[in-house]
């Protein structure tokens, strides 16, 4: 979204149904993790049931913003974000606002702002090349699996979102041609920048054509680690020359790790909260790949913020990724990120994609009204 989170965090939280969901997702935890006894058939179809009941609700989104931190007790901070919905029993209501979604094939245009190392670009391309990967070549649960939920977002026209989504051309910016701290419109100016560059300039890109300026961890941007770890928006003719969306993801890594690639990383002021090893061996990159996936999933449904979004405010929209921030799994909510996958080598992930897994956020599903992604222990 717009100015993302920073609304959702003090002032759309009547949006969300208030739901204390921290016990209820650590005895189910529990009940999966360890089975004493193997379960009976009857048990089984139960336990399902009373799986598929708790992921049939609106969960909460959360992310560990430093803004929790000024609670007086860190048990305050673990449980902050149940307790910030009490007393709001508001469904959340997202609507169509009669704007386009992103119906062409969509390409997705790499900006590489600073410092990149090999390793780390190849995780995120390969993230980008995973969400339209042939079924056939990915196992599940797959990242094309959580493209399907954002594919059922359509337009007037009753075109829905593409399901294809490929990979563009990549823009270089070794040299940080806009200095180390941005602000939300100088990175309009990166994209003008990779846009008229004389050596192999960005195309622009009128059909399907998204843009992501990836900055890495010694830029700082407007607002970074405090009330967002990425954006989208579209491009203003008088900076870039034509409109375009484009988001922002920030590496995280030396600036806030713990809000930004939680649960691969977890702030100080929650002692006790243990890290998740990421499925690439990179926290902060593959914190960014959720952030990206939750950026690409809100382009594609609400690329001039007139689309898909929930709340009164065009300004402060509320998303389709915004509404299951921080949710990965089934039982998501609060600190808890849901049911993941553990691989062999001890990592935590949720999807497959081409030649890695991933841990991606689930996005919200308005043909039944909660978040759901590939992952879902219903849906197995
Ligand atoms: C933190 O909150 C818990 C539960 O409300 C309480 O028992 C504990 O005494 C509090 N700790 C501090 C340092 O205030
Ligand atoms: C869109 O992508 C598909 C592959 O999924 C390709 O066959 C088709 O030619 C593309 N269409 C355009 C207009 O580029
Ligand atoms: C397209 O959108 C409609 C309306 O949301 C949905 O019912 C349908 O399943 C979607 N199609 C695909 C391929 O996702």
Request: net charge positive.
């Amino acid at each position: 979204m717009y100015i993302k989170t920073c609304a959702y965090v003090h002032g759309s939280a009547s949006l969300f149904f208030s739901t204390v969901f921290l016990p209820a997702n650590l005895m189910i935890q529990g009940m999966w993790r360890s089975p004493a006894a193997p379960l009976s058939l009857p048990a089984r179809i139960a336990l399902v049931a009373v799986l598929a009941l708790l992921t049939a609700r609106p969960a909460d989104a959360w992310r560990p913003w430093p803004s929790l931190q000024a609670k007086p007790n860190s048990s305050d901070a673990l449980f902050g974000a149940s307790k910030k919905y009490e007393g709001s029993s508001e469904f959340v209501r997202l609507k169509y606002h009669m704007g386009p979604v992103l119906t062409s094939n969509i390409t997705v245009h790499v900006i590489w702002y600073g410092t990149w190392q090999r390793t780390q670009k190849a995780i995120i391309l390969d993230f980008i090349s995973s969400i339209s990967a042939a079924a056939s070549s990915v196992r599940r649960p797959s990242v094309a699996g959580w493209w399907s939920i954002v594919r059922t977002y359509s337009d007037q026209t009753d075109r829905n979102v593409s399901g294809t989504v490929l990979l563009g051309k990549q823009f270089d910016d070794l040299h940080y041609s806009h200095g180390k701290s941005l602000t939300r419109l100088s990175v309009q100016s990166v994209i003008k920048t990779a846009v008229t560059a004389r050596r192999w300039p960005l195309p622009v890109d009128y059909s399907g054509g998204i843009y992501l300026v990836l900055t890495s961890d010694d830029v700082y941007v407007q607002d970074f680690c405090k009330n967002v770890c990425g954006f989208h928006y579209f491009t203003f003719p008088s900076i870039v020359g034509s409109v375009l969306p484009y988001a922002w993801i920030g590496n995280s890594n030396k600036l806030c790790p713990g809000t930004c690639a939680y649960p691969f990383a977890v702030p100080e002021y929650i002692p006790g909260l243990k890290p998740v090893r990421p499925p690439n061996g990179d926290a902060a990159v593959d914190g960014m790949v959720s952030v990206i996936a939750h950026e690409i999933a809100e382009l594609a449904s609400d690329p001039l913020a007139n689309a898909w979004f929930a709340g009164d405010e065009p300004s402060s929209p509320v998303e389709i990724a915004d509404l299951c921030e921080g949710i990965y799994g089934t039982g998501g909510g609060g600190s808890y990120p849901g049911q993941m996958l553990v691989g062999k080598d001890g990592a935590t992930y949720n999807m497959n994609g081409l030649r890695r897994r991933f841990l991606v956020q689930w996005v919200w599903n308005h043909l039944v009204s909660y978040c759901s992604g590939p992952n879902a222990l219903d849906h197995q």
